[in-house]
């Protein structure tokens, strides 16, 4: 029996309190707040969970497990761990003294369905005008930010949009916990990994971010930015390591440039912080702003293009695609995302590329 078929049966055996919910396709998120609570997520809400674990030296044996299956310490040094289930689900798992009510875990589950940018206009989270600039952008190899809170779909996005990337490119994608499966066949995926008691020092983002450009990469996709390793990134971009794709956790497209910049300025190269919005507004072309919605739902609300210069000190951005109001034709106002008019300043790059053929439904954007 492989290591993966006995850390599946035996996820099965612990998370029996919640495999129902597990193999619920309907939900999202399972989450176990200590023995006593079990909450899920299913189209946007959290509903509680008619069982619980009780035991709570079975709801630690499930955590240990799941730590062990991704060669992690969950112990009092220990106390949390980003995880993964055999099935590829995310996992956080939070221990006392940390958790006032016991063990927490914290599962978010990934359909085993393919993300495309046609599954988003699908579910009314894209248009298909929106959809044939972001291909072609991915195509051009523009470098992209998708930005927005917890759980808006972040990383469902990234996947769909690593669609758009030509199967002949090398991949290289970088993670804290590996979640992102690209169906590109020259793909390689780095994980980040924690320092290890007997003299294995951590390994982080940084340090694979900088290994990955020695191994000839055609794209570089980094799972979420969040610490010291956007200014390797920003400068990689500027460097000529074009079409970078990215995620960041900000509630709009402006504050995801803060971000990055204060992000920079994290890392152990001493930069002022006019120097890290600088880089930002060199390396990054495209933010897109992900929302959702008091009823759930996730959508895009903003494609927004940065400027490589900077008007006394400040970002200049402009919405090239935003959601607005629209009146459909029976009458009912419905908010769509629409093209804002604006001509994006790389538009005759398209032309210069041989890619204009591929402008069906983005001429007038692209003119």
Request: charged share 25%; with cysteine.
């Amino acid at each position: 029996m492989s290591h993966f078929e006995i850390f599946e049966r035996s996820t099965e055996y612990f998370l029996q309190p919640a495999l129902g919910l597990l193999h619920d396709s309907s939900v999202t998120e399972i989450l176990i707040n200590g023995p006593d609570d079990i909450y899920f997520e299913r189209a946007g809400k959290l509903h509680r969970h008619e069982t619980s674990y009780g035991d709570p030296d079975f709801l630690r044996a499930a955590a240990v497990n799941i730590a062990e299956y991704v060669d992690r310490p969950l112990d009092e040094d220990h106390p949390m761990v980003d995880a993964r289930l055999p099935n590829g689900s995310r996992v956080n798992i939070v221990i006392p003294p940390l958790s006032r009510q016991g063990i927490c875990i914290s599962i978010r589950k990934f359909p085993e369905m393919r993300f495309t940018l046609q599954g988003l206009i699908d579910r009314g989270s894209l248009t298909e005008t929106a959809a044939e600039f972001l291909d072609l952008c991915v195509k051009l190899k523009k470098n992209v930010v998708i930005a927005g809170g917890t759980g808006t779909g972040k990383t469902s996005m990234l996947n769909a949009l690593s669609g758009c990337i030509d199967k002949s490119e090398r991949i290289v994608v970088i993670e804290d916990s590996s979640e992102l499966k690209l169906h590109q066949p020259h793909t390689l995926y780095l994980e980040a990994q924690p320092a290890r008691e007997g003299g294995r020092d951590a390994v982080t983002i940084r340090e694979l971010f900088a290994n990955s450009l020695r191994m000839r990469p055609d794209r570089i996709v980094v799972g979420e930015v969040r610490r010291g390793e956007a200014l390797d990134m920003l400068q990689s971009m500027i460097a000529g390591h074009a079409g970078a794709l990215t995620t960041v956790h900000a509630s709009d497209p402006r504050a995801a440039l803060t971000r990055l910049e204060m992000l920079s300025m994290q890392s152990d190269v001493a930069i002022s912080s006019d120097v890290a919005r600088m880089q930002v507004s060199a390396a990054i072309d495209l933010v897109i702003q992900i929302h959702r919605d008091n009823e759930g739902s996730r959508c895009i609300t903003r494609i927004t293009e940065i400027s490589s210069n900077l008007d006394r000190g400040d970002y200049v951005i402009q919405d090239l695609f935003r959601k607005t109001a629209t009146t459909l034709d029976d009458g009912t106002t419905a908010r769509r995302l629409q093209w804002t008019g604006r001509r994006p300043n790389f538009a005759d790059e398209l032309e210069e590329n041989g890619l204009g053929h591929l402008a069906r439904l983005t001429k007038e954007v692209f003119a």
